[in-house]
Every structure is written in structure tokens, then in C-alpha cells.
């Protein structure tokens, strides 16, 4: 069984395919979307191609080159989609998982999985591949409760033309924060930001070398139980000409940590104050691991212990965890899908046929 029919997901699915196992009879994959793409189709309009993250291909089928300025949520909806056609994938949608859980007689599979519908499978072995987008973290921060402007997500982000002629503070680190204040700028918006930390501007270039130590670090954390940090925690952020011009503009200039809210604002730190509209949390998200719970899988750090392999969980071996830790980015969650695929098609040798 695999979960989630993201870049991992999706991954894993054609790999075990590959190895001969049958779609549908010996493994099907369950997506709790309407329709292809992951959690890249619910991403803003505004994200186009060009601005969004790279997107690694998915093996046996080159993306190619789409218009840069199209839509990522649009691009990666149709990629997906015709890569699970292609391959004749088994995605069954929209399934929403509720629990997996050890399977209590072992007649037929060591886990069961329950839908929110009420449909239950028995289970050899499980890919997870629900990655974050249903877990966005909001960070608490006295008076939050009581601001009477309003508050949004990273996750229920639209279009910065909302926010023209307003005051927005955004709360985050990561690109996600630069690209919005950058986009509220452009829009009309008068912006501020918030970092708990100094940003962490970073002219190396992301080269091959770069990403084996970002690996490194993240799957050090993850082997000692530790939850993974956040992508710019680890990478930093990239000196692009569009960054650089808003640092010299002053739009990308931290105000440094929030102190509290009040009914119409903020005040920071450094005891300075301002007036808001809103307040924009891109503050991240979690790994999506509820229906795991029943496994009892977190450590006293807090994490999920992971193997060496960067895909098992010695608390589970029937379980193995995709696009978390080093695996959360689409190339990292397309190495992990096929080394998922591999480790689970080992706890049942006799199913391979090529």
C-alpha cells in the first residue's frame, strides 16, 4: 500500500511496478486529492513555474520545459497526471487515510489501513508518502487570539492582489516569506517582516556537493529520532537578483522576533510597534503523520527514527516513510520512492517477477 501520490508517492509506485508487481492486485496507491498533482495543486496562482522550487522528473518521464510563467499547481497537475497515466499507476481518489495500525491476526498483512470512509486494507508493507500540506504550523505568540485583522496561512495563501493598499506583516524564514513580501510589495501592500532569527543569506551556489551535505545534516537529525528542520534552516537563503534587489529596497529587511500581537498590530522585540491589517503566518508546516499514531513511532525527541537508508523505521519494518526528512524535496522524494519501493518488495521476495 502506498500513501499519498505526491513526487514520492508516485516514485515508489513506478518502481514497484518495475520490480513486477501487478497494480491493483498486488499494490495500489491511495490519494486523498480529487485529482493529480499532489500538494502542488493547491498552491497559489501567483506561484508561477519559475518562482517555485526546482521540480525534480519523475523516472521514466522528463517533465520538459513548460512556460515559466504558467502556474506551478497547473504544471505539476498535468505532469502528474499523465505520468499516472503513462505508467497505469493504481491510484485510487479522493481516500483519505484514517489510522494504520498493526494488523491484530496477521492473516494476510502485518498492518491495516483504515479510510475515512470505512474501508479497511490489510497490508504487507506501507509506503507513506502524506508529506505536509495538511499540517501548517502556527506558531502561538500572545494576543494572537485577540487581533482584529485578519490572519492566514502559508496553506490558504491566494493572491497578494487582496491585500492592496494594506499593512501585512509576514512571520517566516523560509522563501515563501521572501516571495510574499516581495509579491505584496508589487501588489500595493506596505509590508513588514518578522524572523525569529537574522535571515540567513547564502551565496553558494546549490550544487551537487551542497545538496549531499544538506542530506547529510538532515538525515543525522532523523537516524537520532530528532524531527527534520526546515528547508532554509538547512540551506539558507538563496541570493537571487530578485532577492538582492529587495534587500537593497528595504521590502526584504527583518524587523527581527515578534514579541506579541495586540487588536490592530504587532510589536516586535526591539519594543518597536506597528499598525496591521493582517498578519501572513509562513511559518511552514509538519510532516502530515496522524494516521501513523497508532504506531507509536515518535521518539523522546520528537522525531521518527529512521534507518540508514533514509526510508525504514526500526519501530515499524513493515513501514517505510517517504518524502520525510532529506526525502521532502522532489528529488530527495524521488531517490526515496524507489529506495521505499526496494526495501518493501524485500519483505515479500515471492511477489517479484522481474
Known sequence: MVIGAGQAGLSAAYHLARQGMRPWDDFVVLDANAGPGGAWRHRWDALTFDAAHALHDLPGLPLGAPDPQEPSSAVVARYYGAYEARYGLPVERPVRVASVSRYPEHDGGSLLV?????????????????????????????????????????????????????????????????QFLLQLDAAGARTAWST???????????????????????????????????????????????????????????????RKLTATGAVFADGSAEELDAVLWATGFRAS?????????REPGGGIRMGSDGVSVPREPALFLVGYGASASTLGATRAGRAAARAALQRLPSRISG
Open 114 to 178: 483504515r479510510a475515512t470512509d470505512g474501508r479497511a486494507w490489510a497490508a504487507d508493507a506501507v509506503v507513506n508518502a502524506t508529506g505536509t500540506w495538511d499540517r501548517p504550523y502556527w506558531p502561538y505568540y500572545p494576543g494572537r487570539e485577540t487581533f482584529r485583522g485578519r490572519q492566514l496561512h502559508t496553506h490558504d495563501f491566494r493572491s497578494a492582489e487582496e491585500f492592496r493598499g494594506q499593512r501585512v506583516l509576514v512571520v517566516g524564514a523560509g522563501t515563501s516569506a521572501v
Open 196 to 258: 525569529r532569527r537574522a535571515p540567513e543569506w547564502t551565496d553558494r551556489p546549490f550544487d551537487p556537493a551542497w545538496g549531499a551535505a544538506v542530506e547529510r545534516r538532515v538525515n543525522g537529525r532523523t537516524q537520532a529520532g530528532l524531527p527534520p528542520l526546515s528547508v532554509s534552516a538547512v540551506t539558507g537563503l538563496p541570493l537571487t537578483p530578485d532577492y538582492r534587489a529587495g534587500i537593497a529596497s528595504g521590502v526584504l529587511a527583518s524587523r527581527g522576533p515578534l
Open 289 to 297: 503523520l496522524d494516521h501513523l499514531a497508532p504506531l507509536r513511532l
